[in-house]
């Protein structure tokens, strides 16, 4: 984002990167914590989702925003993969969490399709959600689940949360797989909330 904040083609933003739990193996945390559902097929601890949401709005936002210029008001989610499919589950059970979401290439599929049957709770304020993912995320281009199909049973059921709040921008990453479409959607979906619009 650095060249277009200074570039002036974008508001200036505090970017705050979450790592995966100290003295944690592998992604075992990220699996852990990014999932809303217990799987029971997986070796791995899945289900916390809801735990690590307590963290970070009582934990991590009071910090960043005791140290740092931070707005309490305009924060944005970003998320790839298992970390698209956390946004999702926070846009779904708390979204005035955050006042816009970039989820990319969510993981939708994970514990057959279980994020798509969760409540649904109504944002209070305006919420803006740009929703991604890599045109190649098929099965027919070697991917183990068709990211493409859940990807748009997310945007129709992110659709049933809309109102006059709430504003959803769904696109496909031309030419892209599930390894190389996040860098455009996390450009381009800054881009859409934080970019000053030229005239």
Not at 53 to 70: D, G, H, K, N
Not at 181 to 199: C, E, H, M, N, S
Request: charged share 20%.
């Amino acid at each position: 984002m650095r060249f277009q904040m200074n570039s002036g083609l974008m508001q200036h933003a505090i970017i705050v990167a979450m790592s995966y739990e100290k003295g944690s193996k592998g992604a075992s945390s990220r699996i852990r914590d990014y999932t809303p559902t217990s799987a029971k097929a997986w070796k791995l601890q899945t289900g916390n989702a809801k735990a690590h949401t307590t963290f970070l709005r009582e934990t991590v936002m009071p910090f960043i925003e005791s140290q740092y210029r931070a707005s309490k008001t305009d924060r944005t989610f970003v998320g790839n993969s298992l970390g698209g499919l956390f946004g999702a589950y926070i846009l779904f059970t708390e979204p005035d969490l955050f006042s816009s979401y970039i989820l990319g290439s969510p993981s939708v599929w994970f514990d057959d399709y279980a994020i798509l049957n969760i409540p649904l709770t109504k944002a209070k304020a305006k919420i803006k959600v740009y929703l991604s993912v890599g045109e190649y995320e098929t099965p027919a281009f070697g991917e183990r689940q068709d990211m493409v199909a859940g990807a748009m049973q997310l945007r129709d059921r992110i659709t049933a949360l809309s109102n006059a709040e709430m504003e959803l921008n769904f696109a496909v990453v031309s030419g892209a797989s599930h390894a190389t479409a996040f860098p455009t959607t996390a450009i381009q979906g800054l881009d859409w909330v934080y970019g000053i619009k030229r005239k």
